[in-house]
């Protein structure tokens, strides 16, 4: 029965990209009721926080585009790429990694992605390179923030914390791991697929007007116009690191008493709240129009990407959590007779359960048990990063979406996507060189 569930599962994944858009959510939600109502699984958990934030997030990047902030980000990166067009492919993963890792949320990563796909397109560079590296940047980062939910599991005193571990070890193998992954990451997405302009669907979409060329005409920004733009781009800017703050600094995130107990203010929240204000202080300080932003490109594609979401991730969550019991049991089963491949399960069961933190949280007390040494499992960290394998995870179906290009895809056997080279080269990496570190120390 689970073999026909995953069926279900890769058919709608497979259907709805060959339709494009929104057809990833309309037939993922299809899926999802082949198996509530089909097979009896109980609905999962919908993403509501992950399709919140990315409204958020998108309402300020389309406000951005209609200030003309994001046209000015274009031109100052066309500069620096004029000497170097690879350029980008290596910036933009570096710097979702520096957010990611002072924020400890990989969902900052949705404010750089229509940004990454919009310079990329004008450029003239597939975006699938420093889009899918920059998603997979996102994840690996987590597992090397001293804040992320991940490291505060893992140095928790059931875990590594009663080894004897130290956050101090933990970064220190973990940072320059996950970096030097990245970076050899974005070497090998460097050469993945055919140059922009020679790629067919891209010129399908631009002979058929859907992407506007070097050749089309541009609007003219007047001086008071790009000084409005810039403005715009400021705003922004002072968003984004503001979410980086909160994130690094514990003490700015408000707190409250709820029933007698203090709770501090979650991150999703506060990213939903800074990028909406965001948007409302580029509508006052830039004048930007309303009307111009919710026709943007930057508009369309990202509530595109929220509908996807919305069907694609909610079936993944019904799935692996119906069958939660299963993989559970025999990933166990496996561990227990070859120790070595412990890392391997650690990669299988993050695809499943979509969360570091749940991934440490289920395997590590066994990788202890089986005598595993807390050096190693720190070495072997990384391999909690291996949900990008189905392309069903937000920030992945997130970057489809803003490329408008369509070079950043789902393959032809719904596992041949973009992510996977990167996802593979970046993670495999990390623990090579996690390992290399841990014999030295």
């Known amino acids: ?8 599962v890769l058919a709608a994944i497979f259907v709805g990209a060959r339709v494009g858009g929104i057809g990833l959510g309309i037939f993922g939600m299809l899926g999802l009721g082949i198996l509530v109502f089909g097979f009896g699984l109980p609905p999962g958990k919908a993403p509501i926080d992950v399709m919140l934030i990315i409204v958020a997030v998108i309402t300020a990047a389309a406000t951005l585009q209609a200030a003309g902030g ?12 004029r000497r170097n067009p690879a350029m980008i492919t290596f910036l933009a993963p570096v710097v979702c990694y520096f957010f990611t890792l002072f924020s400890g949320t990989g969902h900052i990563a949705y404010s750089l992605l229509p940004i990454i796909s919009e310079i990329a397109t004008d450029s003239k560079v597939r975006p ?9 940047a996102s994840q690996q980062a987590i597992t090397a923030s001293p804040i992320s939910a991940a490291t505060a599991a893992l140095l928790s005193a059931e875990l590594l914390g009663g080894k004897g571990i130290t956050l101090g070890n933990i970064l220190m193998v973990c ?79 408000p707190t409250f008493v709820i029933n007698e107990k203090v709770v501090k203010m979650e991150m999703t929240q506060i990213i939903e709240i800074v990028m909406m204000s965001t948007a409302g202080l580029m509508l006052i300080f830039s004048k930007a129009d309303i009307g111009k932003a919710v026709k943007g490109s930057v508009f369309i594609a990202g509530m595109q990407a929220v509908i996807a979401i919305f069907g694609i991730a909610w079936m993944g969550d019904t799935y692996f959590n119906g069958n939660m019991e299963f993989f559970k049991s ?34 590590y007390p066994l990788g202890l048990l089986l005598g595993i040494s807390p050096m190693a499992l720190i070495a072997m960290f990384p391999a909690v990063n291996g949900y990008f394998f189905i392309p069903n995870y937000p920030t992945v179906v997130a970057a489809i979406n ?19 080279i990167p996802g593979f080269v970046a993670t495999i990496v990390a623990i090579i060189v996690g390992y290399t570190i841990i014999a030295f120390m």
Do not use: C, W
């Not at 994001?70 to 790429?81: G, P, S």
């Open 175 to 253: 940072i320059p791991a996950t970096l030097i992954g990245v970076i050899v990451g974005a070497i090998a997405v460097n050469f993945i697929g055919v140059p922009l302009e020679k790629d067919p669907e891209y010129l399908r979409r631009v002979q058929e007007g859907l992407i506007k060329t070097d050749k089309d005409e541009k609007e003219v920004l007047t001086p008071e116009q790009q000084k409005r733009a810039k403005l715009s781009v400021i705003i922004f800017l002072l968003g984004v690191l503001s979410i980086v703050l909160f994130g690094s600094i514990d003490t700015l995130r």
């Open 402 to 420: 803003f490329d408008r290009t369509g070079t950043t895809r789902i393959g032809k056997y719904v596992l041949n996507h973009s992510f996977q």
């Open 128 to 136: 699938e390179r420093p889009l899918s590296i920059s998603v997979i």
């Open 330 to 363: 025999h990933i166990a089963e496996i561990v227990t007779a070859y120790p070595f491949l412990f890392a391997i399960a650690l990669f299988v069961m993050s695809i499943f359960l979509f969360s570091q933190a749940a991934t440490v949280r289920t395997l």
């Open 1 to 8: 029965m689970i073999y026909m569930e995953l069926l279900v």
């Open 70 to 81: 994001l046209d000015y980000l274009v031109k100052v990166a066309e500069k620096i790429l």
